[in-house]
Nanobody, 121 residues
């Protein structure tokens, strides 16, 4: 069982930056691939980025490539999402997830509750 808690969301103006964190419980964090997802009001949840258990490999959806960076610190059981050049269309609830497969946009086993990111124009 893995429990995930996100933090770092908030309000930012367009062009600004935020860093999201996702803290995981358990001693097997490094064996899980981690992903970030987002869901905007009235829209389906969409994949944002993923990182392998070792942190060597990453994968992004095209709309965030070059603007977002996913990373992890296995010693701290934490995965991060550094978001830069934010746009109003990035406004959503961002959630992290843990799974056994990489790269994948589906099939994650554990989910956090999410943190709100609001980007104003």
């Amino acid at each position: 069982q893995v429990q995930l808690v996100e933090s770092g969301g908030g309000w930012v103006q367009a062009g600004g930056s935020l860093r999201l964190s996702c803290a995981a419980s358990g001693r097997t964090f490094g064996s899980y691939a981690m992903g970030w997802f987002r869901q905007a009001p009235g829209k389906e949840r969409e994949f944002v980025a993923a990182i392998s258990g070792s942190g060597v490999r990453t994968y992004y959806t095209s709309s965030v490539k070059g603007r977002f960076t996913i990373s992890r610190d296995n010693a701290k059981n934490t995965v991060y999402l550094q978001m830069s050049s934010l746009k109003p269309e990035d406004t959503a609830v961002y959630s992290c997830a843990a799974g056994r497969q990489f790269p994948t946009t589906t099939g994650y086993d554990y989910w956090g509750q999410g943190t709100q990111v609001t980007v104003s124009s």
